[in-house]
C-alpha cells in the first residue's frame, strides 16, 4: 500500500503528510496491510523485511512496536509531535476517514448493525404488513391465475417464495382455503355490490353447464354502464343447480339470485340466453325480456341451412364430404409418425406449419375451421395418406374438395362476426342490425362464381336469420338499440319503422322521468321536512317563520324546484340528436356520449338502458370455461360452494 495514494483520498491526511514530510525524507516501505491511520507517519527501511521496527518518517526515531502494537506509536506522536498527533485525531473522528482501511475498502459500503444483522434472519410477525402483502398476493394468484390451493405446499414454489424474501414463513394449505380466500372473496363481493348497488339500468347473461363430476351449476353475468360511460360485466354466480331444469325453476332461481344481489326486476332490461327451452319458458314466466344469443343463432342457422338440402342426394354427399374431413383430422391427431411425415411434407411444399383443427361441438365455427385448414393442407394431407397402405382410401376425391370448397366459400365470413359480436368491454347489441343487413346485401348475397351449393347454404342461412329476426319484440328492442348508437342512428331501421322506433323512444323517456321525478321528490322531502313535534312531546316545536314579502307576489302554482321536461322537450331534444352529425364507425359510441350527455341528457339515460345488453352470451360460456380451469382432475371433489368463490374471483379479481 503506498501512502501517497492513502493520502490522495482524504484531504485532510494529505495535508497532515505534507505539512510534516521533511525535505530530505528518506524512503521508506509502508505497513504491510495496515489498517491504522497512524501508518502515515511510521515506516520501515527496505531491509526490515519482517517489519519489526517502525521508524518515525517526521524524526526519524525507532519506536518498538512489539507485534504491530500502535499503542507506542500513537504515544510518541502526542509527545515529540503534537500538532501531527492533534490532527491525526480529527482525521480519527472523522467516520469516512478513520482508518486507512476503511478509505480504500469502505467507499460506498456501511456495515450493518448487530440488530439489522439479526433482524434480516427474523421472520416476520404474522401480523406484519409486509406478511399480509405477500400472503394476499399468493391468494391473488392462486384465484386469479386458476391455480390449485395445493400450490402453496410444493417445495418449488415454497423454494421461490424464499428466495424472493427469505424472512416470509409462508402458511398451510388450510390457512388459505379457510381463511385467506374466503376473505379475498368477501373483499371481492363487497367491491361488486358497492357497483351494482347504484346501476339504474343493467342486463343478464345466463347459462346452465354440468361440470367434470357431472354437477350442475347455474352462470349468472351482469351488464351494465358505470357513471363513467364504462360498459362493465361482472360474474355474479356460478351456483350449484341440482335441481329439474324446468323453466319454473330457472325462473325462481334466476329471481333468488337477483334478491341474493338487492337488484330489483324493474331495472332489468333484457336477459340474453341461448335457444334451449327452458330458458325461453323461464324468461316467459318472470315476463323478462329476452335477446336471442347471436352465435347460437347462426350456428342453428348453419345447421338448418345444411339439413334443408335439396335434393338428398346433394346433402348425402355434402355429409360424405364432411365425414371424410374429420376422419382424416381423427387419424393425424392420434398418430405423432403422421404428424411427423406432415411436417416434412409442409416443409417441401411451402405450407404453413399449421396444425390441424379438431372440429368441438360447443364451439361455435369449430367445422368451419376444420374445413377451411382441411383445404389449406390438402395437398400435403393426401401426399401423406398414398404413402401408406392402410390410409390410402382416406384420400378425399375432387368431389369431395370441390364440395368443402364451396362450403368454405359460403360460412368463411360468417364467423369473424361472431368473434367481434362476444366482446363484454364494448357495446355489441347495437351492431345486430348493421351485420344482419351486411349480411343480406354483402355476405351472403349470390355472386357470379358462386356454386349451387354455395347459393343453396347462402340462402337457407339467410331465410331462417330473417325469420328468427322478424320477431316483434326483438325487432323493437334492436332498432332501439340501434338509434341510440350515433354511429348508425336511423340508418339500419326500416324506412316505415322510423316514426314508430322515435314515438316508443320519447314515449320511454316521459315514463323514465315520469318514475325518477317522484323518487327525487321523496328523498328531497325526507331529507329536508322536520320531524313532527306531536309525535314526541318532549321535542321542541319549531318556531313559526315570519313570511317574506316576496312571498305574497309568489304565483299560486310556481314551485321552486325545476319543472319535468315536457313530451315537446323530449321530442325536441330526440330530433336535435338526429340531427346531428354521427361519429366515424369505429368510434366508441360510449365515448361519444360522455362527451354529449350535457347536450342530450335524456337520451344518454335511454343509452345507458339499451346499450349494456350483450348480443351473446358469450360471458356465460367464459365462466364456464373457468370452471373447467378449476374443476379439474386431481380438483373434482371441490364442493359447490368452493367452486363459486373461486370462479367469482377468477372473473371479478
Known sequence: MDTRQVAVSCPDMQQAETATQPAQEEAFLPKRGGTSVIWLHFGFNSTDTEQKTPICKLCYKTIPAPDGNTTNLFYHLQKAHEKEYSRIQKIRAKPSCGTTGAILEKKNYSQPKIQQSFAQGTPYEKTSQRHKQITEAISRYICKGMAPVYVVEKDSFRDLVKVLDPRYVMPGRKHFSKVELPRLYDACRAKVEKDVCSVMHYALTTDLWTSRDTQPYMSVTIHFINKDWTLCARCLQTAYFPEDHTGGMLAQGLRDTLESWGLQECHLVCVTTDNATNNISAMELNQWERLQCFGHRLQLAIENALKALTPVSTKQAVERAVG?????????????????????????????????????????????????????????????????????????????????????????????????????????????????????????????????????????????????????????????????????????IKEERVEFIKMRAAAELVDMVGAIAPESAQTAAASSSPPAADDDPELPRPTKKKKSL???????????????????????????????????????????????????????????????????????????????????????CLKPNTVDQLVFLALNL
Open 550 to 636: 316576496g312571498s305574497y307576489f309568489k304565483k299560486a302554482g310556481q314551485s321552486t324546484t325545476h319543472s319535468q321536461p315536457s313530451r315537446a322537450s323530449i321530442e325536441l331534444e330526440l330530433s336535435m340528436y338526429l340531427q346531428t352529425p354521427g361519429p366515424d364507425s369505429e368510434t366508441d359510441p360510449l365515448e361519444w356520449w360522455k362527451q354529449h350527455e350535457t347536450s342530450f341528457p335524456l337520451l344518454a339515460r335511454l343509452a345507458r338502458k339499451y346499450l349494456c345488453i350483450p348480443a351473446t352470451s358469450s360471458s356465460s360460456e367464459r365462466a364456464f370455461s373457468a370452471s373447467g380451469n378449476i374443476i379439474t382432475c386431481k380438483r373434482s
Open 324 to 492: 371424410v374431413c374429420k376422419k382424416v383430422v381423427s387419424t393425424f391427431s392420434k398418430s405423432w409418425k403422421k404428424k411427423r411425415e406432415l411436417a416434412k411434407v409442409q416443409a417441401v411444399l411451402g405450407l404453413p406449419l399449421h396444425q390441424l383443427i379438431t372440429e368441438s361441438p360447443t364451439r361455435w365455427g369449430s367445422r368451419q375451421m376444420m374445413i377451411e385448414r382441411f383445404l389449406e393442407q390438402e395437398k400435403a394431407l393426401s401426399q401423406v395418406l398414398l404413402a401408406d397402405k392402410k390410409t390410402r382410401h382416406l384420400v378425399p376425391s375432387w368431389q369431395d374438395v370441390a364440395l368443402l370448397e364451396s362450403l368454405n366459400n359460403a360460412l368463411g365470413p360468417l364467423f369473424e362476426f361472431t368473434d367481434a359480436l362476444s366482446g363484454e368491454s364494448y357495446v355489441s347489441v347495437s351492431f345486430l342490425k348493421p351485420v344482419l343487413h351486411l349480411f343480406n346485401n354483402e355476405i351472403l348475397s349470390q355472386k357470379d362464381g358462386d356454386t349451387e351449393l354455395t347459393k343453396a347454404v347462402k340462402d337457407g342461412i339467410l331465410k331462417y336469420l330473417n325469420e328468427k329476426y322478424d320477431d316483434h319484440a326483438t325487432n323493437n328492442l334492436l332498432d332501439m338499440a340501434t338509434l341510440l348508437d350515433p354511429r348508425f342512428k336511423t340508418a339500419y
